[in-house]
């Protein structure tokens, strides 16, 4: 029993917080990795993955995820349908917080429903939401859309026709035959796709009265990205000078 108190003391004492390494934000402050759009741009542009019913994640979210943070867009997020209510809140304060914030909503395989509830909830709240993809949808495709996503740009990625999906006005579909039905985040196109979505996400952000620096996401007044020195800008009519 002694022995066995001292092991679970040992364990309490070396268990300490868990964070990311401090030059984690680099590569999405690289330039090269999107000259056509600025760093604080980019920082705008809210992309959302929702995954299906993958406890594995066979289909590659997360490589998707990581594929577009090396494209240069460090907010992107990856969420399972459980963690939708959360997210529709926090996202819909970081809009009211940003109104110059852009989102892009995708889903995957089941997961096409939850983001179209996501997408329409925060068409509803007034933020912007550039697109909605879907990539490879089920059979949950026949089920009604949310009526806020019928007038929203919708990408559709399937293998074949997807002749009952509930289309609006503003859908488009785009046929990939070599599309896997269980790995279909790991196709090449699909990166790209969302990549050319991202940049024109970009390219609609007013940067006019963006601090020089990008922000750390779902935060209140963060700080800067890190691995990066950052000058703090000095305010007009100001008691303080502050330099960096």
């Known amino acids: 029993m002694r022995i066995a108190m001292v092991f679970i003391g040992l364990l309490v004492s070396i268990t300490g917080c868990t964070t990311c390494h401090h030059r984690a934000g680099d590569i999405a402050l690289e330039s090269e990795h999107c000259a056509e759009s600025q760093v604080s741009q980019r920082s705008r542009v809210y992309v959302v993955l929702v995954k299906g019913l993958d406890p594995i994640d066979l289909a590659g979210m997360d490589s998707l995820r990581q594929g577009l943070i090396e494209c240069g867009y460090p907010k992107v997020y990856r ?3 459980q963690h939708l209510p959360f997210f529709k809140h926090e996202l819909a304060r970081v809009a009211a917080d940003q109104p110059n914030a852009r989102f892009i909503v995708v889903g995957a395989g089941t997961g096409c429903l939850a983001a179209r509830s996501l997408a329409g909830h925060l068409a509803r709240s007034g933020c912007c939401v550039d697109s909605l993809m879907e990539i490879a949808p089920n059979l ?5 859309p949310e009526s806020d996503c019928e007038q929203l740009k919708t990408i559709v990625l399937s293998r074949v026709n997807v002749g009952s999906h509930p289309s609006g006005p503003n859908t488009e579909f785009r046929l990939i035959p070599d599309l896997h039905r269980l790995t279909p985040c790991k196709h090449p196109l699909v990166l790209e796709m969302l990549k050319n979505e991202a940049r024109e996400s970009s390219f609609r952000v007013d940067d006019s009265e963006i601090m020089p620096f990008p922000t ?4 209140d007044f963060p700080a800067p990205m890190p691995g990066l020195i950052h000058g703090i800008p000095e305010k007009e009519n100001s008691k303080f000078s502050i330099t960096g």
Not at 140 to 144: E, G, I, K, P, S
């Open 79 to 81: 969420l399972e349908i």
């Open 140 to 144: 949950t495709a026949n089920l009604a």
């Open 216 to 219: 750390l996401p779902i935060l």
